[in-house]
């Protein structure tokens, strides 16, 4: 079955990048396209935007323009998430999740906790 | 942006009740795009609800979803212990795929 695996948990210091791992497997990578959904400490879901895996093209929500980069490697089926010029509030759970118009956000990853601290 | 607001905040029920779970949108939603998803402490979400009113696979069948335009609903027909968590709506047909703020359902 369709499964995606993040990278592991994150460190950082104001200011600098984090770049966020979701390996796919069990399904036709660039058939979907790949979202990414962060959620703060005892907060909602956030939507960040996505990837269509097939031919890269991106669509981000507009808080995250210019800070954030979504790429995809179809040999590795890998889909990244780049951040930058992070701060404290950017500390969060990070997750991938496979989109499909037909049928929205299915699987999740296990979510990777990115911290912002100096 | 669509904003979504899910009522109530948290609903206080026990086991064998029937919770009913309301999204209602800023403007209409197509509801092909309308989901729903289950969260527990600690883990990811799962989708439940697709396009409004089909369960995702594997969903059992006491999770129902309806609605149309700007008012959605998720109903748990019969609560199981397993049941009790944070359920979110998202609108995944324009962009940005918004999500409401949550309905946490606690053990009463």
């Known amino acids: 079955q369709a499964q995606l695996v993040q990278s592991g948990a994150e460190v950082k210091k104001p200011g600098a990048s984090v770049k966020v791992s979701c390996e796919a497997s069990g399904y036709t990578f660039t058939n979907y396209g790949v979202s990414w959904v962060r959620q703060a400490p005892g907060q909602g879901l956030e939507w960040m935007g996505w990837i269509n895996a097939y031919n890269g093209h991106t669509d981000y929500a507009q808080k995250f323009q210019g800070r954030v980069t979504m790429t995809r490697d179809k040999d590795t089926r890998t889909a990244y998430m780049e951040l930058r010029s992070l701060r404290s509030g950017d500390t969060a759970v990070y997750y991938c999740?496979?989109?499909?118009?037909?049928?929205?956000?299915?699987?999740w990853g296990q979510g990777t906790l990115v911290t912002v601290s100096s | 942006e669509i904003v979504l607001t899910q009522s109530p905040g948290t609903l206080s029920l026990s086991p064998g009740e029937r919770a009913t779970l309301a999204c209602r949108a800023s403007q209409s939603v197509d509801s092909t795009y309308l989901g729903w998803y289950q969260q527990k402490p600690g883990q990811a979400p799962r989708l439940l609800i697709y396009?409004?009113?089909n369960r995702a696979t594997g969903i059992p069948d006491r999770f129902s979803g309806s609605g149309s335009g700007t008012d959605f609903t998720l109903t748990i027909s019969r609560l199981e212990s397993e049941d009790f968590a944070v359920y979110y709506c998202q609108q995944y047909g324009d962009s940005p795929y918004t999500f409401g703020q949550g309905t946490k359902v606690e053990i009463k």
């Open positions: 396009g409004a009113s």
């Open positions: 999740a496979r989109y499909s118009p037909g049928w929205g956000f299915d699987p």
